[in-house]
Structures are given as structure tokens and as C-alpha cells.
């Protein structure tokens, strides 16, 4: 075993007897129950400008969040002093804290029968040989690449980085959990600038992993951006009127992540969801399945349990349209007299289908539509989560006969969320394996764009 795994064992095994200890000191105490949630991070940060080194930055932090029951009330507070003395007097202080609180009857730790007791491995951290030299050479390296390639409408970058991080966290609690997970993480970026009738448009192109040599090649970062800064120029509006709407890239999974709120523990107990009581209802056609699964090795969905120490599952969250499962954590399913089933730190990995004959590579779903508008990027926020109701300034491009024709900005997409999640009628097969959400492009006909 390397140093650097025999370093990490310890720093998890040290994090572990903190977390441990914390808690015993707690129901010393007096509290009735306690959680404790504890973790540090070593990143590496550079960034680029003009080829040139523009920041470089070393972080090494800790923290602590502790939460004390006592008769139902609850209390919290955190540090990052580690010390024993800074431990102490944190847990008198959410001790304190609690007594002051209301009571709440659904207040407390995980119940004991839903806690996590397997721990696959998930091949979630890697010994990345990354220092300042490599990173600063790699952003570099990407300008260098973007300069080189001399595209017409290109006209500077706008910056590049490179980013390392590995992250340790422990969760425990007075039920008996206590284990740590550890979380290694690449990324690198560039930003271009593109120019066009004095006005200036900007795209970007990036990679994530868990581990360095699953990083895009340089030439791949820069191609994205390249090309998403292209697509942008020379935009103009498009008149009001009904428009078949493609949702592309992180557009698509927008959709899926307001969706993931509108079934949320939080937002349904609080009745702030127009997708309260629809449980086991159809809310989608039947041809569409969600499929979870966090057990993905390197994925960034993957865990085994959530934030709660509950463990996690694979499940299907739609099933033929009809919605099979609630998000929920131990609080919000005990609001809704439901039980936890291991979503209190959101969602894992998902994959959307929409079954093999609504499901085409991205030209055909150009073909079949035939008319419309691409989105690429979407602004503002413009989401009642009560209502469903949709309004959002949107970009992207016009095409016609399954053709590009031009960029188009300024517009704005609306609609009811109710209405377009049971009006999408085909996916792409463009998934990009970046986001946890696994989904291609979504096409939805007929809808309101506000133009010129």
C-alpha cells in the first residue's frame, strides 16, 4: 500500500475517533440524541490568463456540524477548531442551543433499521500526482491550444483553470453509525471570448473525473469551447409564436433537476410543490423511466449511504410514466408519515429513457422535429415551484429542416411544468457523462417562445 493511501486510512480512522467521541461527550451530556457531521479537503487551484499564471491557490480546511436532540428539541453548532477543548464547547453550545429550541416530534437521528451496514467500494478516490507545475502547465496549455487553432470569430480566451481536490468526511450518530467516505476530484476549463458585429459571446469547455487520466485531452476541452462560442455568434430573436423546443446538454438537465425538487421531502411537506399527492400518479408519458442508481463506480452520483446515514438504493423513480418514489431524507419523511429511503443528500446517479423508438441520435431528433428552436443556455430563474408555471430568457438556435440556421438570444421560453414533462415526445442519444443525470436532449413541440 502507498503512502498516500496509508496517509488517507489514518486521516479517516483520526476523523472517525473525532466524530466518535463527539458524540459520547454529547450523551454525557445530556442530550438524548446526537449527529455529527465532520470533514476536511486538500484542493489545488490555478488559474490562467493570456497563457500566463493568473492565481494559485493551496487550501487545507476542517470542519465539524454537530446536532444535539433533547426531548425533541433540536440544537446545533459547528467549528473548525478540532481541538478537544473547541469539541467540548461546541457540543455545550448546541446543548444550549436546544433548550432553547420549540419542540418538534420529528426531530432525532435515523432509525436504527434504515441505517447503512455495507459499504461497497465505489472507486471514488485515486492518488492524482497533481502540483502546481502540472496544473499551471495544463491551463496554460489549453489557451496555447485555442490560440493555435486560429478559428475565424474566436477572439481571445477568457481564462483557464485546473482544479484538484480530495475530500474525507465522516458522518456519525448516537444509533451506532460511524463511517468515513473519501472523494477525489479533477476538473479543468477554458473560457473563450467570440466576436461578431461588435458583440461579443462567450463559450466554454470543461472536464471532470474522479481520476486524472479520465480527464477530456486538451484538444477535446478546447474543441467544446470553440465550438460553443461559433454557435453563439451572429444571434438574433425569432418572432413570438409556438415553436418545437429542444432542451440540449445542461438545458435537458435542468428539466430533470427541477423536477428532482418538486418531489422533494422538503418542499412536499411544506406544500410548496405542484407535484404534492401525486405520488403513484402518472406525471410523465408512460414511455418514460427514471432509473437510479448510486452504485455506479467513479460516477459522481455514487454513494452508499446519504447524509443521514441511511443507506441508498437502486430504484426506478419513474416507472411507464407514473411516479414510484419520493426524495427523502429522515426529517421530511417523518413529516409526511413516510419512511427515509436514503435521499437527504439529493439524488444519485439517474438515467432517463424514453424506450428505443423515442430515442435517436441527435441529427434524426433534428430530422424529427424539423423545425424549431435548440436551447443551449438558459437565465434567470423563472420557476414557480407552487404553480409549475415556467418563464425563462433562453439562447440557442433556429433550425429548419433539420439544419442549422442561426443563433438566436433574446427570448424567452414559457410554459407549465405539469404540461411540458407530459408533452416531451422524444431524447437524444447526446448524453453527457459529466452530470449525474444520464439524459440526451429533450424535444417538446409546440411551445410559447417570446421573441421580437
Not at 276 to 298: A, S, W
Amino acid at each position: 500500500m502507498s503512502s498516500f493511501f496509508e496517509d488517507l486510512k489514518k486521516n479517516e480512522e483520526r476523523l472517525q475517533e473525532i466524530a466518535s467521541s463527539v458524540v459520547k461527550f454529547a450523551k454525557e451530556n445530556g442530550a438524548d440524541e446526537c449527529e455529527v457531521s465532520v470533514g476536511g479537503v486538500k484542493g489545488l487551484s490555478v488559474s490562467s490568463r493570456d497563457m500566463e499564471v493568473e492565481n494559485i491557490e493551496y487550501n487545507k480546511d476542517n470542519g465539524l456540524d454537530v446536532t444535539v436532540y433533547l426531548n425533541k428539541k433540536r440544537g446545533n453548532a459547528s467549528t473548525t477548531d478540532l481541538s478537544t477543548d473547541a469539541l467540548h464547547d461546541c457540543v455545550k453550545s448546541a446543548i444550549s442551543i436546544a433548550g432553547y429550541s420549540n419542540e418538534d416530534p420529528c426531530a432525532g437521528v435515523a432509525d436504527k433499521d434504515l441505517i447503512c451496514t455495507e459499504f461497497k467500494d465505489l472507486d471514488l478516490v485515486f492518488e492524482n500526482d497533481v502540483d502546481a507545475d502540472f496544473a499551471t502547465d495544463f491551463a496554460i496549455s489549453l489557451e496555447k491550444e485555442a490560440k493555435a487553432k486560429s478559428a475565424t470569430g474566436i477572439k481571445k480566451s477568457d481564462g483557464a483553470s485546473f482544479d484538484s481536490t480530495l475530500y474525507t468526511g465522516v458522518i456519525a450518530n448516537s444509533n451506532g453509525f460511524c463511517h468515513a467516505r473519501s472523494q477525489s476530484s479533477v476538473s479543468s476549463s477554458i473560457v473563450l471570448l467570440g466576436e461578431s458585429d461588435n458583440k461579443m459571446q462567450r463559450g466554454s469547455g470543461y472536464t471532470i473525473a474522479r481520476e486524472l487520466k479520465d480527464l477530456y485531452s486538451k484538444e477535446q476541452i478546447v474543441d467544446e469551447a470553440v465550438k460553443k462560442t461559433l454557435s453563439k455568434l451572429n444571434a438574433k430573436t425569432v418572432p413570438t409564436g409556438k415553436y418545437n423546443v429542444i432542451f440540449s446538454e445542461g438545458a435537458a438537465v435542468s428539466l430533470w433537476q427541477i423536477f428532482a425538487g418538486a418531489i422533494s421531502g422538503g418542499a412536499l411537506y411544506r406544500r410548496s410543490s405542484f407535484l404534492c399527492d401525486k405520488l403513484n400518479e402518472q406525471v410523465f408519458p408512460e414511455y418514460v423511466t427514471i432509473h437510479e442508481d448510486p452504485f455506479i463506480k467513479k460516477s459522481i452520483g455514487a454513494r452508499c449511504y446519504d447524509a443521514d446515514g441511511v443507506r441508498v438504493s437502486v430504484a426506478d423513480i419513474i416507472k411507464n410514466g407514473v411516479l414510484q418514489e419520493y426524495l427523502l431524507g429522515t426529517y421530511s419523511a417523518r413529516k409526511l408519515n413516510l419512511k427515509s429511503n436514503g435521499h437527504a443528500s439529493g439524488i444519485h446517479n439517474w438515467f432517463i429513457s424514453f424506450g428505443d423508438e423515442r430515442e435517436y441520435d441527435f441529427e434524426a431528433l433534428l430530422n424529427k422535429a424539423g423545425e424549431g428552436i435548440v436551447i443551449t443556455d438558459l437565465m434567470g430563474q423563472g420557476v414557480d415551484m407552487v404553480s409549475g408555471n415556467y418563464s425563462r430568457g433562453a439562447a440557442g438556435y433556429y433550425f429548419k429542416d433539420g439544419k442549422f440556421v442561426h443563433a438566436v438570444d433574446e427570448i424567452t421560453i414559457a410554459g407549465n411544468l405539469k404540461d411540458m414533462f407530459m408533452n416531451m415526445a422524444a431524447i437524444g442519444k447526446d448524453i453527457d457523462e459529466r452530470y449525474k443525470i444520464k439524459t440526451g436532449s429533450i424535444l417538446i413541440p409546440n411551445m410559447t417562445v417570446s421573441g421580437q
